[in-house]
């Protein structure tokens, strides 16, 4: 015997139709949200991450400015000792030509000359002082011309003047230059040769060499014994 359906089977299809497709798009939809969520707590860790590498970064980077900053304090400091143990250097190289200086200025000082002022600028010495005539202060100029120490005498001014006891005389001021160490020739080698130097060279003029004794005549040969 036939049998005959008579529910309503589509209507019942469609609504679990319906039902599959609502789930679906819910499961869908969730997968979205942990997927959305996953990323956004990711790029969060990242972005942390990042900050927290930059902020390292940035700490180094103080670090090394400040390293730098001391390098160039100490770099600064090296240079100023160097300065000071140059200046020092030249202090004690300039010791023996002070020295030598007064030494030979007193030596070329000729009678009857004073010095009232003695200005020295480097190698350059500027002398003011009063002498009884024209020709002492020639006398002075050609001492200073022969001496080791001194060279290159310049007068610049001369004029006469009355001394309080109403004796004429001539108020000069004299330009010399300092023979420094590094115009010295050295004669020899070592601390034998550097003690032998002297700021000038020799004189031209040397003196003549005496005359060769003339070569005496030969021996006569010893007699031999008889053999």
Known sequence: MTRINLLPWRELLRKEREREFYSILGGAAFVMVLVIVYIHFHMTGVI??????????????????????????????????????????????QR??????FDELVKTIPDGVYLTSFKQTGNAIVV???????????????NIDGSHWLTEPSLNVIEAVNSKDGQKGSKFILNIKQVTAGETSVSGGGAEGASKATPKDAPKSAPKAAPKAANPKPAAPKAGKPS
């Not at 900053?69 to 160097?82: G, N, P, R």
């Not at 023996?96 to 200086?101: D, N, S």
Request: charged share 30%.
């Open 48 to 93: 942390d991450t990042q900050n927290g590498r930059n902020a390292f970064l940035d700490q180094e980077i103080k670090k090394v400015e400040q390293q730098i900053t001391e390098i160039k304090s100490l770099e600064t400091e090296k240079a100023q000792l160097l300065a000071r143990m140059k200046v020092i250097e030249e202090l004690q190289g």
């Open 128 to 142: 003011e002082g009063i002498a009884q005539s024209n020709a002492r202060v020639s006398a002075f100029m050609r």
């Open 96 to 101: 023996p030509q002070m020295v030598h200086l």
